[in-house]
């Protein structure tokens, strides 16, 4: 399910005209069908309002939003949307209440009349997806850990199979393992499921790893949608200036090809990569650098 952002602007004082007003200014960005998107940005560049104006949790502005590979479906268009995207927000344990992890998962299901057949189908599939134990569903989730009751947070959203899911920050407060753990399971989960994955987060290492694309956010504009490796090797600097960090791997071997009398070409980003092709240089090159 493609998304395609047209043209949107978004203030939160609807009836003000201040131009202090605006979040968002002129937004053009385009979401192909079953792929994972990052969208990086400090605090303030934009980027949670929109993931809530792609769930249709607020309208624009100004623009629209059309969201459907067959139909379009216009941003008023309140219901449709909300089947169609998910959205999981910072720290989603927070947002746990049922007595037991199952019942937790089923809320949703419930409440728009599934069958039990179904939901127990649905429930099987995502707690599967996220590796959380069949033992783990008659548990009340205030008696998990960190990392298990973050994924039956997620588990509520993604049994209700949406074409998009939207993350905001999900690792958040998790440690580098549970951290990558839980990235490499969405991840999993959305090409399994051919799902379109949206992920915002500050952590440019996660948007290496995983995106097809980068969209970059700064005081409400869309400066760049490009592959990681466009944007790593080709606006190091201008990242560097808002503050956005570099991945080790990108620092080391943009700075290398500053020195060197001949780059280090890559097709990919990964640190095994990386490291693979700067051996290789070594070992075929006379490498002298310059002054």
Not at 27 to 32: A, D, E, G, K, L
Not at 54 to 64: E, Q, T, Y
Not at 161 to 169: G, N, Q
Request: include cysteine; glycine fraction near 6%.
């Amino acid at each position: 399910m493609q998304i395609i952002v047209k043209n949107v602007s978004y203030r939160y004082d609807q009836n003000g005209y201040e131009k202090s007003n605006w979040i968002l200014h002129q937004v053009n960005v385009t979401i192909p069908s079953h792929s994972f998107v990052s969208i990086v940005g400090h605090t303030g560049s934009g980027k949670s309002t929109l993931a809530k104006l792609i769930k249709g949790l607020i309208l624009p502005s100004a623009g629209r939003i059309d969201i459907s590979e067959q139909e379009k479906s216009h941003c008023n268009d309140k219901a449709n949307i909300h089947n169609k995207v998910g959205l999981v927000f910072q720290y989603p344990e927070h947002q746990l209440f049922e007595m037991t992890v199952l019942d937790d998962i089923a809320f949703g299901p419930k409440q728009l009349g599934w069958s039990m057949e179904t939901i127990s189908e649905k429930t099987e599939q995502v707690t599967k997806a996220l590796g959380l134990k069949r033992e783990t569903l008659n548990q009340s989730p205030f008696h998990l850990s960190g990392g298990e009751k973050r994924k039956a947070a997620l588990a509520g959203v993604m049994v209700m199979d949406p074409e998009v899911l939207i993350l905001d920050e999900p690792a958040a407060g998790l440690d580098p393992v549970s951290r990558r753990n839980l990235m490499q399971l969405i991840e999993s989960w959305r090409k399994t499921a051919r799902k379109t994955v949206i992920l915002i987060t500050h952590h440019m290492d996660d948007a290496l790893a995983y995106s097809d694309e980068i969209i970059v956010m700064n005081k409400g504009k869309v400066l760049y949608q490009l592959s990681p490796n466009q944007l790593f090797l080709e606006h190091e600097d201008e990242l560097i200036k808002m503050d956005l960090d570099i991945p080790d791997q990108v620092k080391l071997l943009n700075k290398l090809n500053r020195r060197l009398a001949k780059s280090i070409k890559v097709d990919s980003l990964k640190e095994e990569h990386i490291f693979e092709k700067i051996a290789e240089y070594y070992k075929k090159n006379e490498v002298t650098y310059d002054s």
